[in-house]
């Protein structure tokens, strides 16, 4: 399977709008567990169950791999929604794989990165939702501080608030991922899921989503 990747933010997109992973709703807004009123709603875990869906995924995800990062050494998981994927593209490129939880465990070996890693290795982290950023950098940080180098993070979606990439910048990780926010609202518009006059509303959130329904 050929990938291209130029392509690839507008194949992801309409996916995740076919399989229901994604929902765009601005006159009828979600409200987030944190309390953010937002018109998207997200559920990557969707993904493992549609076979072709996770196949693109995974083969977008390698595709990434093999051109920004060829030196990568390990895939590592961000638990929970990375685990599956990072398998899958662990065996694809003939891998290591680990997992990294959000905190160390209370108990056993107190392990916050599961799987066997070695200092120097060189480690590709895989994440399935970009937010605000701050689990998947919680994660890479913690590679980082068990002697590895963390070459970047990839993952299926970001939101692309600006607060996101700035912090990803602050930490010197790169960012990569197969899909966006912008790309799916051009992708919905395409298929008659969203007004035109949908567009301009859907955009003010990414902006400036604290505001957002204020």
């Not at 501080?145 to 600006?162: K, M």
Request: proline share 5%; charged share 20%; hydrophobic share 40%.
């Amino acid at each position: 399977m050929t990938t291209n990747l130029d392509q690839l933010p507008a194949v992801i997109a309409g996916n995740l709008l076919e399989i229901g992973a994604v929902s765009l709703r601005p006159q009828q807004p979600f409200t987030w567990t944190s309390g953010m009123i937002s018109p998207i709603y997200c559920d990557n875990r969707l993904t493992m169950s549609f076979p072709s869906v996770r196949e693109t995924i995974a083969e977008g995800f390698a595709a990434i791999i093999r051109e920004q990062f060829p030196d990568c050494e390990a895939v590592a998981g961000i638990a929970t929604g990375g685990i599956p994927h990072a398998a899958w593209v662990a065996q694809k490129l003939n891998l290591p794989m680990l997992y990294v939880r959000d905190k160390a465990k209370g108990h056993g070996k107190t392990n916050q990165i599961e799987g066997h890693y070695t200092s120097g290795q060189k480690v590709v982290l895989i994440e399935d939702l970009i937010s605000t950023g701050g689990s998947s950098l919680k994660a890479a940080v913690a590679v980082r501080e068990a002697g590895c180098e963390v070459q970047g993070v990839i993952a299926i979606f970001t939101y692309q608030f600006a607060h996101a990439i700035e912090a990803f910048q602050a930490e010197s990780i790169p960012l990569a991922t197969l899909s966006n926010y912008s790309a799916l609202v051009q992708e919905a518009l395409s298929r008659g899921a969203i007004r035109e006059e949908d567009v301009a509303q859907l955009q003010s959130w990414r902006e400036n989503p604290q505001e957002y329904g204020k």
